[in-house]
């Protein structure tokens, strides 16, 4: 009896390992195929603006002397702005690398979150020009501690998605609370919102909506470093359909610490 309880065992465990080399198979063929993806999303992103740079550059080498001055302007600025835009895609590359390595040492200390939304707000001033904005964070919201830095980037990001993905002369709400745990910061939009099978797929690097979405200059990066950012300042970043209209709204929670300052009793 004993024999052929052993027989099976082995025979058990050889079938496992079948499996086991079938599913290592597949995930190895599922990963090569990921890192293809991911490097054609990359050098299209990297393309895009590159050939729109040598295009400009290469019309103002040719024919400077015959273009007209605004001419000559434009294409400058179609210069500066590809180039803004490759230099933000290669930094976000960066933050992705870190986030993805570990590397992310958030530099945190205790801020009052309005600080940081303010700064947010007059970096995104050129991007959120076309709408109205309503900022609605109370003067006496416990602070809490984050890397201001990081913080400022992913409301940036948020702000830059609302502003992008929501039709010029919309509102986009800012909103803070406390509900004695966390500390609830909420950016909405009136744009169409996230189906909702993708609430969650959107903060997954290079994920992007909607075919028209590609349109729009985007690298489906911004959501996954905010989600990396937030999560490495201990936080949770979550997105939702606005309840009481057409709209996106998304979530950061940060925990209120027990020993956390509040800005009223400081000054
Ligand atoms: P990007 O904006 O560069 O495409 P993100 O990671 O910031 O990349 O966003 C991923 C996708 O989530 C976007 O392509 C878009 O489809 C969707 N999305 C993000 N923010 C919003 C929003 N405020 N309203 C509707 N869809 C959004």
């Keep these: 009896l004993l024999d052929a309880l052993a027989d099976q065992a082995a025979l058990a465990i050889e079938r496992v390992q079948l499996v086991a ?19 054609t999303s990359i050098s299209h992103d990297l393309k895009t603006p ?37 230099n933000r895609f290669i930094a976000n590359l960066l933050d992705m690398t870190r986030i993805e390595s570990g ?26 020009a076309g709408h109205l904005v309503d900022v609605q964070v109370p003067a006496d919201l416990p602070m809490v501690r984050v890397d201001p830095v990081l913080f400022e980037q992913v409301l940036f990001n948020l702000l830059d998605n609302a502003a992008k993905y929501s039709p010029g002369g919309t509102t986009i709400r800012i909103g803070a609370d406390s509900n004695g745990e966390r500390v609830l ?4 939009d009136e744009g169409p919102g996230i189906p909702l ?24 990066l911004g959501l996954s470093i905010c989600r990396g950012f937030v999560e ?3 936080g949770i970043i979550s997105a939702e359909n606005r309840t009481d209209r057409l709209g996106a709204v998304f979530t950061i929670s940060l925990p209120l610490l027990p020993d956390a300052p509040n800005l009223k009793d400081m000054t």
């Design 21 to 39: 080399d079938v599913d290592n198979a597949r995930l190895a063929e599922e990963a090569g195929r990921l890192r293809s993806a991911l490097l």
């Design 185 to 188: 910061l909420r950016i909405a």
């Design 50 to 86: 590159l050939a729109a740079i040598m295009g400009a550059a290469g019309t103002l080498r040719d024919y400077r002397s015959a273009l007209p001055e605004e001419d000559r302007a434009e294409l400058l600025t179609t210069v500066m702005d590809e180039s803004e835009r490759l």
């Design 232 to 234: 490495a300042m201990g």
């Design 103 to 128: 590397a992310m040492e958030p530099n945190a200390a205790f801020h009052y979150i309005g600080d940081i939304v303010g700064s947010a707000l007059s970096r995104a001033r050129k991007i959120l």
């Design 197 to 220: 099978g993708d609430l969650e797929r959107v903060f997954d690097t290079f994920y992007r909506v909607r075919k028209s979405d590609h349109v729009r200059a985007g690298t489906g």
